[in-house]
């Protein structure tokens, strides 16, 4: 794997230093959404810009703040959301913009999924997953982290009021996959809810300390399922808990491996 091509976002936004928070590739078009730190959200080009072409296509929008973006394909074009001091969603087609409209968001929107009809959408620093309706902008239902307790723990490793205060179930990674949502948390759990209805499926605990990021990754063939790969501090595994006789036998053999 090898760099193909690189342009200096700096240029696009006057010279001033400025860092990229999201990009979120248009599916169909050839075109990528691009959120810059600086609040400005542009469509540049997919692919390697020629010498007398511009990499920037068109600037969507300004804002104060911009953390996040989630992308819904539509049979009118792609649906660009742009999150962070405020949320936005814009509608983008062979020709340009060609819609734009302001959503309603209960604070700073730093997360954002896209799942089927739906976009999801956390605010930091917030506890909550809130669902929006991606053909009337509104919220039709919301998830509440600060209710939902690990099944990975026993009564000896959580003591439910001082583990599950609000601090700790504060909203640090979000990912939607295969009809759920996947949410991790600032004290290492990763709640699983389907994307639908945001009911909680489980509730897990495989960090330390918070979950930092979730990627989803593409199936090695098409009869595997994709998969999700989660970053967080303080690795806790989860084996030792579920099937502690199989990790101490595996223990006394140190030599023993399954090859693939």
Do not use: N
Not at 118 to 137: M, T
Not at 147 to 169: F, G, M, N, V, Y
Not at 204 to 226: K, N, Q, T, W
């Amino acid at each position: 794997m090898a760099l193909l091509w690189s342009v200096p976002v700096q240029e696009a936004v006057g010279g001033a230093v400025c860092g990229v928070r999201a990009l979120r590739p248009l599916p169909g078009l050839g075109r990528v959404a691009l959120a810059a730190a600086a609040g400005r959200l542009f469509l540049v080009s997919a692919h390697r810009p020629e010498a007398d072409t511009s990499f920037v296509l068109t600037e969507l929008g300004t804002a104060t703040e911009l953390c996040c973006l989630a992308t819904v394909t539509l049979p009118t074009g792609v649906e660009v959301w742009a999150g962070g001091d405020g949320l936005s969603a814009y509608l983008v087609c062979e020709e340009g913009v060609s819609a734009a409209e302001q959503v309603a968001a209960p604070g700073k929107v730093a997360l954002l999924a896209a799942a089927g009809d739906h976009v999801l959408a956390a605010c930091r620093p917030g506890v909550f997953v809130y669902q929006y309706s991606v053909s009337d902008k509104r919220v039709t239902a919301r998830l509440d982290c600060s209710k939902l307790a690990p099944c990975s723990e026993s009564l000896q490793s959580i003591a439910i009021d001082e583990r599950l205060a609000e601090d700790r179930c504060m909203i640090t990674a979000m990912c939607a996959l295969r009809g759920e949502v996947y949410v991790g948390t600032a004290w290492g759990c990763i709640v699983v809810a389907d994307a639908a209805s945001l009911r909680p499926l489980t509730v897990f605990r495989p960090y330390e300390e918070e979950v930092r990021a979730m990627i989803p990754l593409p199936a090695h063939d098409p009869e595997s399922g994709a998969m999700l790969a989660t970053l967080g501090g303080g690795y806790r595994p989860l084996l030792h808990r579920y099937a502690p006789a199989q990790v101490q036998q595996q223990a006394l053999l140190p030599h023993l491996s399954i090859q693939e």
